[in-house]
């Protein structure tokens, strides 16, 4: 009776079965994932990462679906459209770190093993940083504005970057890894950490591998990124239940999208245009909250397709006589990882 009595007590205004239900379908399909489609490391085709996230939106949809069906037609399609928008937002995510693998040189065999473990960052991460918004919001409704205003300002920033490389050579996160971290300047095979002699002493310590760069790297973008993403589902929705569970079948759909999308990345050069009209359309919408009036979630889901429609399709057409990502950036030497003054063991 007493376990009955928890799993039907509220966790942030839902039920506890909820979030035990959400988590147990995330497990589910990471272990099914990882432990069977992906049991022998492998290299990801293109035709395979659609089937992946195929699989993706069948479970999202399913589990939208679910939530239409137990909470109600305006959650529903609050989820649906909370997944949309973060689905969107993720895109440019996945450019930077197609860009950080290509600068690395991480081989596609080892890539998957990266954004894999970078789905237990994102789990943990987003969900502080969805749990600090919605205490925020719950103690102090006009800090909409905030969100809203750091939104539109967000969104006219991104204009002025459509056309700006990533500068990865000079990235304060890479500097600072490579000044405070003994780093091998070869990968050894899948592993994160090694262990080997210092070039001074000898003694045999601790090294990070480049592919450890790598994912230290796409977890700090990622929550550099949910800075922007997650403010934005406040425009649609308040409930902290809808904005975490659109916010990670999003992510995990795009992780699984990647390989098919990475190597065409360069082609959506314009739908960053697209994306800073959808941040500055879901800024207006958050600051209209507090004075009460609310822009109707279809509408917002319509213009967010429409808008992320044109943008790629616009894309698709102005580039279609360029090369692949992979040659447009040249990857780091590998001796330039290691530094001379790595730390003393």
Same mark, same amino acid.
């Given at each position: 009776?007493?376990?009955a009595?928890?799993?039907?007590q509220?966790?942030l ?5 909820f ?9 589910v399909?990471l ?10 490391q492998?290299?990801?085709?293109a ?7 195929g ?7 399913a ?14 399609l609050?989820f ?7 689905q ?12 950080i ?10 890539q998957?093993r ?9 789990l $943990? ?19 909409l504005?905030?969100?809203?205003a750091f939104?539109?300002?967000?969104g006219f ?9 990533n500068?990865l050579?000079?990235?304060k996160?890479l ?5 405070r971290?003994r ?7 899948n592993?994160?950490l090694?262990?080997?002699?210092h070039?001074?002493t000898?003694? $045999?310590?601790?090294?990070l591998t ?10 700090? $973008?990622d $929550?550099?990124f ?16 809808i904005?975490?569970t ?8 795009l992780?699984?999208?990647?390989f ?10 314009y ?9 500055i ?14 822009i ?6 319509v213009i ?6 044109a ?5 698709l ?9 992979e ?10 990882l290691?530094s ?6």
């Amino acid at each position: 009776m007493e376990s009955a009595s928890f799993f039907t007590q509220h966790f942030l205004d839902t039920p506890v079965w909820f979030w035990f239900a959400f988590l147990a379908v995330v497990i589910v399909i990471l272990v099914f994932d990882l432990g069977f489609l992906h049991k022998e490391q492998k290299e990801i085709s293109a035709k395979e990462s659609f089937l992946l996230y195929g699989m993706y939106v069948l479970v999202a949809c399913a589990f939208g679906a679910w939530v239409w069906f137990v909470r109600g037609s305006q959650a529903g399609l609050e989820f649906f459209t909370g997944y949309i928008i973060e689905q969107s937002l993720a895109m440019d995510n996945i450019f930077v770190i197609a860009s950080i693998f290509a600068f690395l040189g991480v081989p596609r065999l080892y890539q998957y093993r990266v954004l894999f473990w970078g789905i237990i960052g994102v789990l $943990v991460f987003r969900a502080i940083l969805i749990g600090v918004g919605v205490a925020m919001v719950n103690a102090f409704e006009p800090i909409l504005y905030v969100f809203g205003a750091f939104l539109i300002f967000t969104g006219f920033k991104m204009f002025k970057q459509v056309d700006e490389d990533n500068d990865l050579e000079n990235n304060k996160i890479l500097k600072f890894l490579r000044k405070r971290f003994r780093i091998t300047p070869e990968f050894h095979g899948n592993s994160f950490l090694v262990r080997q002699p210092h070039p001074r002493t000898g003694k $045999v310590v601790l090294w990070l591998t480049p592919l450890a760069v790598a994912l230290i790297m796409v977890e700090i $973008v990622d $929550v550099i990124f949910a800075v922007d993403s997650v403010p934005a589902i406040f425009a649609i929705t308040q409930d902290p239940f809808i904005v975490y569970t659109s916010n990670v079948f999003a992510v995990l759909g795009l992780r699984a999208l990647f390989f098919a999308l990475s190597a065409a990345m360069a082609r959506f050069r314009y739908l960053q245009t697209a994306l800073a009209i959808v941040l500055i359309y879901v800024g207006i919408k958050i600051t209209l909250v507090p004075m009460g009036y609310h822009i109707d979630t279809l509408i917002s889901l319509v213009i967010t397709i429409g808008t992320l429609g044109a943008g790629i399709a616009y894309s698709l057409w102005k580039t279609r006589n360029d090369p692949p990502l992979e040659e447009q950036i040249d990857p780091v030497p590998r001796e330039a990882l290691r530094s001379d003054d790595a730390p003393n063991p």
